[in-house]
RNA sequence: GGACGGGUACCGAAGCGGUCAACCGGGCUGGACUGUAAAUCCAGUGUCUUUCGACUUCGGAGGUUCGAAUCCUCCCCCGUCCA
């Protein structure tokens, strides 16, 4: 069962293992356990954040243990105050079910359902907080928690400490998730939660409330908050999260994300969202070390993990598309191969008659379609040499933009600074 | 309820009757260098036109003044302290 060895020491090396409670390694090794996740349904979509934890309970699967995805249909209703400085506008009932629906979906990219012998599942919460009854649950469950124990939590201190406290809401979230964890042990044998390290009391008032309730051992583990190098919040970009949604974000940007990692974060990230194991890796990074302008190690990240969210073909379309944004000429391509390349790019059709004869001039044209939001800004964009008209620099503030430039007359690619592009159709009418 | 302090552009923060579209820092956007990296450097960062200039901004509404972000009145909000 446990064919591959001790999954706690998997973890360590690969960075993920921030805090655990002290015997699970030893049950880890000996027995096959199931683990549960939880996840929030804040947002329809997970964003890259939540990789992590996703691949942790993917990692126990293939490990030989059993995986339990628990999307929060229940406390989603709540709120969780771990992490938060501010008390949490509530969602309405229907948006969580909409949520739920759609993290479902992303989280069957990675865990197996139909696997022998250990099927991953996924669970809501709601089947059971949903019809609990007040009473029932404060003589059970708030029976074992003092509100000493509850005070004491770090997330809960904060929040008593600064100015708009906690609602009676949020400073009951513990006991949920806490009881979430009882249920999934009664129902299902789950002797292990897993999460973030801002999940840690949480788990804990968890494991506590199981051994008071049925004297059965239960664990926790957390993973660590990614950091990047530079500082910022982990998943962030210019133009906002890195979903897993390609709605929300394409695979060609969510390429580019991996793509674009600092030199200092790639092993790291490699060690954690992917399967590559320690020897891969390790030439990963000597090949980063002497030759770090090849960026091996990020381009096998990007399409280690896209292929593993969207697929292959995606990910050959995510490179072709990068290929020909960053290699140069758009000379021999056609139409069609444009439009497939820029599927994700921002696109205005502009009727003919606009750009023929001598055009339309470029302020107006970038403003029109939103890659500048004033003159002011797209002359500035010019005359910094920021502007570029089917890959080629226009640096004349007063320059034209005609409809006999177009690609086969159809097709204009403008391009703000090295990243930023929107296509104009040029439209009959 | 009382006493102070404060609300300035994306954020922080100067300005305290004209020379203020408003110092400075961060962020952000371009450029250079590179490896679609980091660091660094340069430029820009209200709108319209760019040469001058015009217009709309400094919590809100009024007022004083030739002229206000800057003074006065009222109102709203925030912080600290005393009740």
Not at 18 to 31: F, I, R, S, W
Not at 234 to 263: C, R
Not at 312 to 329: D, H, P, W, Y
Not at 376 to 385: F, K, P, S, T
Request: charge should be negative; glycine fraction near 10%; aromatic fraction near 8%.
């Amino acid at each position: 069962m446990n064919n591959k060895g001790n999954i706690y020491e998997e973890f360590e090396w690969r960075g993920l293992l921030y805090d655990a409670t002290p015997e699970l390694k030893d049950v880890l090794g000996k027995e096959s356990v199931t683990a549960y996740i939880g996840f929030d349904p804040t947002a329809a979509s997970l964003h890259v954040g939540s990789l992590l934890p996703i691949m942790g309970l993917a990692r126990m699967q293939r490990y030989g243990h059993t995986s339990i995805a628990l999307v929060g249909g229940g406390t989603g209703l709540i709120g969780d105050p771990s992490g938060k400085t501010a008390e949490r506008q509530l969602l309405t009932k229907e948006k969580v079910a909409e949520n739920i629906e759609g993290i479902r979906a992303q989280l069957s990219h990675f865990l197996d359902f139909e696997r022998e012998g250990n099927p991953a599942r996924i669970e809501n919460n709601h089947d059971w907080l949903g019809g609990l009854q007040l009473i029932d649950f404060l003589r059970d469950t708030g029976k074992h928690f003092t509100v000493n124990y509850m005070l004491s939590k770090e997330s809960v201190k904060r929040r008593i400490e600064s100015e708009d406290g906690i609602s009676y809401t949020e400073f009951t979230y513990m006991m949920l998730q806490a009881y979430d964890f009882l249920e999934l042990n009664r129902r299902l044998g789950c002797t292990l939660q897993m999460g973030g390290s801002d999940q840690w009391g949480n788990i804990l008032a968890g494991t506590d409330l199981i051994r008071r309730v049925n004297g059965n051992k239960a664990h926790g583990l957390v993973f660590p908050l990614v950091t990047n190098a530079a500082g910022t919040k982990f998943g962030k970009t210019e133009a906002g999260n890195v979903w897993l949604d390609p709605e929300l974000t394409s695979p060609y940007k969510f390429y580019q994300f991996w793509l674009n990692a600092d030199d200092r974060d790639v092993i790291h990230y490699l060690k954690a969202f992917t399967w590559l194991d320690r020897e891969s890796i390790a030439e990963l990074e000597r090949s980063l070390e002497e030759n770090p302008g090849a960026r091996e190690a990020h381009r096998r990240l990007a399409r280690e993990v896209t292929t593993m969210l969207h697929g292959e073909s995606a990910l050959g379309k995510a490179e072709q598309a990068a290929k020909v944004l960053f290699g140069g000429s758009l000379e021999n391509l056609s139409v069609n191969d444009l439009k497939d390349i820029f599927e994700d790019v921002p696109s205005t059709v502009i009727p003919r008659e606009e750009l023929s004869g001598d055009g339309m001039g470029a302020l107006e044209l970038c403003t029109r379609i939103g890659l500048t939001s004033s003159n002011g800004e797209a002359r500035r964009l010019i005359r910094q040499g920021g502007l570029f008209v089917n890959n080629d620099r226009l640096s004349d503030e007063s320059g034209r933009v005609t409809a006999e430039q177009g690609i086969d007359g159809e097709l204009l690619v403008l391009r703000k600074g090295k990243k930023s592009y929107h296509l104009v159709q040029i439209g009959q009418g």
